[in-house]
């Protein structure tokens, strides 16, 4: 599965990552990020973790340069996918991409039996709470003090009932936002 958007004159791509991306994707996580993963997680995650998705979006800008410019990785555990972190290039948000990727890796892990969703989110990040409150993402618990960096409380987000409706109304993009509305992308790591 492989989605195609506009953003302005640049055309983005939600596609499964490669290992050519690691490094791009690297990169992306120390920008986004206070606390980013070691460069080994990545690794990890690709080649050795069975259980993991990862999936990226990547910019084919005006005069043929393409680059990668958002990713998410999700775990999966049991029947839940645990979202563990989504990211996308500043100049780059607000335009949808965490949205489809999210929708992506949501897509992918309901067809491999996840049947809940979860997360972290910062206290503070609110945009990110909007975008997961927007994929029927609920406040379920609270990590006091989890973020080590500013000992920020994480919040608990919870999806449950990801059944064949739920695929369905992520298919039919029925997440997506009406005009007029806000499109603010995550830049927080869940």
Known sequence: ??????????????????????????????????????ESAYRYEFFENQRSLLWVAEAFEPGGSQRVVGMVVV?????????????????????????????????????????NATLEVRAHNLAAQRLYRRFRFKLSGV??????????????????????????WLKDGGWKVKIGQSNQDAGERP
Not at 3 to 27: F, G, H, N, S, Y
């Open 1 to 38: 599965m492989s989605v195609q958007l506009r953003a302005d004159d640049t055309t983005i791509l939600i596609r499964r990552m490669q290992a050519a991306d690691l490094e791009q994707v690297q990169a992306l996580d120390k920008i986004s990020f206070t606390m980013p993963w070691p």
């Open 143 to 168: 990590r006091p003090r989890y973020y080590r960096d500013n000992f920020e409380d994480a919040l608990i987000m919870t999806a449950h009932g990801l059944d064949e409706n739920y695929l369905k």
């Open 75 to 115: 775990w999966l555990i049991v029947d839940e996918a645990h979202i563990a972190t989504i990211a996308v290039y500043p100049d780059y948000r607000g335009q949808g991409i965490a949205q489809e990727l999210l929708s992506a890796a949501l897509v992918e892990s309901i067809e491999k039996g996840m049947r």
